[in-house]
């Protein structure tokens, strides 16, 4: 009878837990869609979350965090390649504070990395709009911010599923990174800005950072960020 109680007052704990997250509102709901396609070296690997993790715990990242109207958004971080890899690295996390922005970054640094073949941005804008079902959270606007250095290769359009997901409210923000240099035996694809800019980029607001190599990723990432964070409504590509 004791074992019962307690199994029925901490199931009412969590039930009350998960209904007052449920209630808390948050000025942005944002996904950072990572590409790990085998494209992306280990040296790029290290380099792109290392970027990530200096960008989040930059000042001027934290300042735009808490400049909104509650002071807080909810981050949930992914990686993806072909359609088969698409993985939730972090999930949903309230990142209110200076503190809450470390802890975010100290798990993504500890996160183990993997590589997979192919390169499904469609299949990839998919998962990430999915992960808004269960968040928990409640907010007015809702960011996938994807990167990567290819164009979609396998799964659907990319364009497919950027229209199906700004029809439904979703802003999809771009970060290409121009490797000026072969990729598995083919020329460097100088126009990958171009495609990320028709093909993948939609909803209000929506705009991309062009990183011209993975050094600079980290800066790209960190005004990308503030942008997206302060809502900085410009559509003009920028290189980083």
């Not at 901490?10 to 590409?35: F, G, I, K, N, Y």
């Amino acid at each position: 009878m004791m074992r019962r109680s307690a199994l029925v007052g901490s199931l009412a704990a969590m039930a009350t837990a998960r209904s007052v997250r449920a209630e808390t509102p948050v000025d942005l709901h944002l996904v950072l869609a990572v590409d790990v396609s085998r494209s992306i070296d280990e040296v790029e690997a290290e380099l792109q979350r290392r970027g990530y993790i200096e960008a989040l715990t930059s000042d001027r990242v934290i300042d735009a965090i808490l400049s909104g109207e509650h002071r807080r958004i909810a981050l949930c971080y992914t990686e993806w390649a072909g359609t088969q890899y698409q993985v939730v690295v972090i999930d949903w996390s309230l990142i209110d504070s200076a503190a809450a922005v470390r802890r975010f970054a100290d798990r993504l640094a500890e996160a183990p990395r993997l590589s997979q073949s192919w390169t499904a941005i469609g299949a990839a804008l998919a998962h990430a709009a999915k992960r808004f079902e269960t968040s928990g959270f409640t907010s007015k606007r809702r960011v996938i911010d994807i990167s990567g250095d290819g164009r979609t290769n396998d799964g659907p359009p990319a364009e497919l599923i950027r229209d199906r997901l700004v029809a439904q409210g979703v802003v999809i923000n771009g970060l290409p990174v121009m490797m000026n240099r072969t990729n598995f035996g083919r020329p460097p694809d100088l126009m990958l800005d171009r495609y990320y800019e028709e093909n993948v980029i939609g909803g209000p607001g929506a705009f991309m950072i062009v990183a011209d190599n993975f050094d600079n990723f980290g800066r790209a990432v960190r005004a990308k960020l503030v942008r997206e964070i302060s809502l900085n409504r410009t559509t003009r590509p920028i290189t980083a």
